[in-house]
């Protein structure tokens, strides 16, 4: 139900509805509880996304951002922010952020039920125990406080409702998942895949992607329309807003409020407790009130982080559950886009408009720094790539008329483009925090992040792009090109690590906050490492199981 939940109270108040948020609201809800859900977006239909909106149909036929850039100077800078969508994303001159990065850090943010669901890349990797145990290997930063045996069956969990497409490799750096059957790969990538196992005994395998190749809980197989950031009629790829939100919904036991902008943790200052949550409502800029038993942060790392420091009071004046100093600090996410490009000559392809289009690139995991084998000498952790072979069609071709026309879609070579995502090490200078002295339209002090490569991020981009190259030389490509330059992929991590230690944590392992016991954040804020994989599926397994945790804590009344 949507509901207006304020003055209300609940046994769980959740903030945000995404990938943690929605799993939290069916979670629990199943299991009997009252949840209120505070979401700061809206809630599209059906009717709002696009993927099926040819760009010839829009005022600007998809060819320019300029238009966005007025209110979206940041936002538009994503890739995933076009004419198409641009409305889901925050107005950065409303809601703007303080970024002292170099390079610029991206923040992207999409006000919408179901939150950066609605428009993320969809890879699901599991992490390893060499991932959560990669302080015992090399000596760095420090563990998770759990191990692999705790998160697989949740991954189980996770997997069969998502619904993943993908190939069993075996892998011990990159853990098989519970597979829907995979999409298959090209010509090009089946002679890739060989020549590189056979010269490098490395593995290329289709991206491990949460868009369905069988029907699912109702949900239809995906039909390779191509755009999934601009929606899916079909629900075929996993978003909250249509699953687990659903889900939650469909109990009668989730009050779900949109365009509620999550300000501070209400407290109980007797019994330093949390006992609800302050909001604003977006539409009338009135402050409002909704309370629980428990509180869980759910709103992505930088906006709960944001959140938590929101929430200082007289006894927690460097933030709620900041009493060992660490909130916000070793502030992680992915570096991306380093690698390579070439041509593969054997292969051509007659470039097709419309034609399938499959919604993932293949896949080479990490193969750098691992157990029992060679050691990188300028850096430690690694990176995995996603590879992207097409033809296109040629626009730069000569010609006029007629003659360009058979000239753009001659065919041509197979491009191979190489992009790396390597592992960002947790360092204390990287952080996110607020800025007192900047606010936004709601009268929210707004986000401040600091965020800087150090000497392990630039060596492992220049590995990152060399190893590319060599691949791609010996696999026949021509024409090798260098892919330079580095971007932070919207993966962030960290700032609100946990560990067993209340000295050194914000967080113990189920995710519950040290100081303030009724006070969980069940996302990507707890990572003590951010790992080479996409996090998303992680915390998702994260989330389940700390709302099972909540359950039987609940069950004892030791909340």
């Known amino acids: 139900m949507q509901a207006d939940a304020a003055g209300k109270h609940f046994d769980v108040v959740i903030v ?30 059906d009717a709002d996304y696009k993927e099926h909106i040819p760009a010839f149909q829009l005022p600007y036929r998809g060819l320019t951002k300029r238009p966005l850039e007025r209110e979206q100077p940041r936002q538009s800078a994503s890739y995933a922010v076009r004419e198409w969508n641009a409305d889901w994303y925050v107005n950065d001159v409303e809601e703007p952020y303080v970024d002292e990065s170099n390079p610029a850090f991206l923040w992207v943010r999409p006000r919408l039920v179901g939150g950066r669901t609605n428009i993320w890349g969809r890879q699901c990797l599991r992490l390893s125990e060499m991932d959560l145990k990669a302080a015992s290997h090399d000596g760095y930063g420090v563990d998770w406080p759990l191990g692999y045996a705790d998160l697989a069956p949740y991954y189980d969990l996770v997997e069969d409702y998502v619904g993943i497409s993908g190939m069993a490799e075996g892998l011990p750096q990159l853990p098989d998942s519970r597979f829907l059957p995979p999409m298959g790969l090209t010509c090009a990538e089946t002679a890739m895949r060989a020549r590189l196992k056979a010269k490098f005994g490395r593995t290329l395998t289709q991206g491990r992607t949460a868009n369905l190749t069988t029907a699912v809980h109702g949900r239809q197989p995906c039909h390779y329309c ?31 409020v949109t365009n509620a902008m999550a300000y501070k943790v209400l407290m109980d200052t007797e019994r330093h407790r949390a006992r609800g949550v302050l909001y604003i409502d977006r539409a009338t800029r009135q402050p409002r009130e909704v309370f629980g038993r428990v509180v869980a942060l759910c709103a992505q790392t930088t906006e709960s982080v944001r959140i938590l420091f929101n929430s200082a009071t007289r006894q ?43 919604p993932c690139g293949a896949h080479i995991p990490r193969f750098r720094n691992l157990p029992g084998g060679p050691k990188a000498g300028s850096f430690i952790r690694g990176y995995g790539y996603q590879a992207y072979l097409s033809a296109g069609f040629d626009f730069d071709a000569p010609g006029l008329g007629e003659a360009y026309k058979r000239a753009v879609a001659r065919p041509r070579p197979v491009r191979v483009t190489l992009a790396g995502f390597g592992e960002w090490l947790p360092y204390e200078d990287n952080f996110c925090a607020i800025d007192p002295n900047v606010v936004d339209a709601y009268g929210i002090p707004v986000v401040r992040i600091q965020f800087r490569p150090h000497e392990n991020e630039w060596a492992m981009m220049n590995d990152m792009a060399v190893a590319a190259a060599e691949m791609l030389e010996a696999v026949g490509a021509r024409n090798v090109g260098l892919r330079p330059g580095m971007r932070g992929a919207a993966h962030e991590v960290g700032a609100a690590r946990m560990g067993t230690d209340p000295g050194t944590s914000v967080l113990n392992p189920f995710q519950q906050a040290h100081d303030v016991r009724n006070l969980f954040v069940m996302d990507g804020s707890c990572f003590p490492s951010s790992a080479w994989q996409n996090p998303t599926l992680t915390i998702m397994a994260l989330a389940v199981r700390s709302c099972d945790y909540l359950q039987d804590q609940l069950r004892k009344g030791d909340l």
């Not at 509805?17 to 199943?30: D, I, M, Q, V, Y």
């Not at 755009?227 to 790829?237: K, N, Q």
Request: charged share 15%.
């Open 316 to 358: 927690d004046p460097a933030g709620l559950g900041n009493s060992s100093g660490v909130l916000g600090k070793y502030f992680m996410t992915h570096f991306s886009d380093v690698g390579a490009t070439g041509e593969l000559p054997e292969f051509t392809e007659i470039p097709s408009h419309g034609r399938p289009d499959r």
């Open 16 to 45: 945000g509805s995404g990938a943690s948020g929605g799993w939290a609201a069916k979670r629990l809800t199943e299991a009997g509880l009252r949840v209120a859900v505070l979401e700061a977006g809206k809630q599209l239909t």
């Open 226 to 256: 191509g755009p999934c950031e601009h929606g899916c009629v079909t629900h075929s790829y996993f978003n909250a807003a249509f699953t687990t939100m659903a889900d939650a919904l469909a109990t009668g036991r989730c009050a779900l």
